[in-house]
């Protein structure tokens, strides 16, 4: 069974902070994703990363970076937290850009920005 | 782009009662895989089922969609409808571009 796991759960942060969410896999994917997920929108894609040293721009990466240290890592990084950025993130992990390909998915983090 | 359209936000039925969620999308490409995704409320996400081949039915969990390439349509439907299947169901649809596109989602609640 595949297995990601996000840290924190739960994180209140101040307006013009630095926030860093954590994404870690232990299915040796080479993708992995961020969302948000937001009532009337979905899930939408933040950045995404082919495998370790490599980060692509997903479809509403305004405000947000990412690092992927690792195979296993995988982190979103707001440096200057705004209150539109309240929400909960989603991380998720598939084996390769095939389309049949299923993303595996974190418990999410519900962060709050005051 | 691809597009996915989900127009219900909210279904609510009675236990018992038959499901349908309904899914529509949009791609050029002709190998397009479409997915359900079930988000159960303090869980993760999960694959329910997926499919791309047109007209064949597609099973899980008491659950099955057909996709139909004419009206690009993938709806999901389950003959009886229980508590337990309360949740937020997402349609996505995988294509040539590398990239999931998801829904807004709709949520079922199933009341007594």
């Known amino acids: 069974e595949a297995a990601v796991t996000q840290s924190p759960r739960n994180k209140v942060a101040v307006t013009g902070g630095k926030v860093t969410l954590s994404c870690n896999q232990t299915?040796?994917?080479?993708?992995m994703y961020w969302y948000r997920q937001d009532t009337g929108h979905g899930l939408r894609l933040i950045h995404y990363?082919?495998?370790?040293?490599?980060?692509e721009k997903g479809d509403i990466p305004d405000g947000y970076k990412a690092s992927r240290p690792s195979q296993e890592n995988f982190s979103l990084i707001l440096e200057l937290a705004t209150p539109s950025q309240t929400s909960v993130y989603f991380c998720?992990?598939?084996?390769?850009?095939?389309?049949?390909?299923?993303?595996?998915f974190g418990p999410g983090t519900r962060l709050l920005v005051l | 782009g691809d597009s996915v359209t989900q127009k219900e936000g909210l279904v609510t039925l009675t236990e018992g009662l038959p499901v349908m969620l309904n899914c529509t999308y949009q791609?050029?490409?002709?190998?397009?895989?479409l997915f359900w995704y079930v988000h159960y409320l303090n869980e993760s996400p999960r694959l329910l089922l997926k499919?791309?081949?047109?007209?064949k039915r597609t099973e899980h969990q008491g659950f099955h969609a057909t996709l139909h390439k004419s009206s690009s349509s993938f709806h999901l439907q389950k003959s009886s409808a229980q508590l337990s299947d309360s949740a937020l169901y997402y349609c996505?649809?995988?294509?040539?571009?590398?990239?999931?596109?998801f829904g807004t989602g709709t949520r079922l609640q199933v009341l007594p």
């Open positions: 791609t050029i490409y002709s190998n397009a895989f």
């Open positions: 996505a649809l995988s294509s040539n571009t590398n990239k999931v596109v």
């Open positions: 499919s791309s081949t047109d007209n």
């Open positions: 990363s082919y495998g370790a040293g490599s980060t």
């Open positions: 998720a992990s598939g084996d390769a850009f095939r389309v049949q390909d299923t993303q595996y």
């Open positions: 299915n040796n994917h080479n993708n």
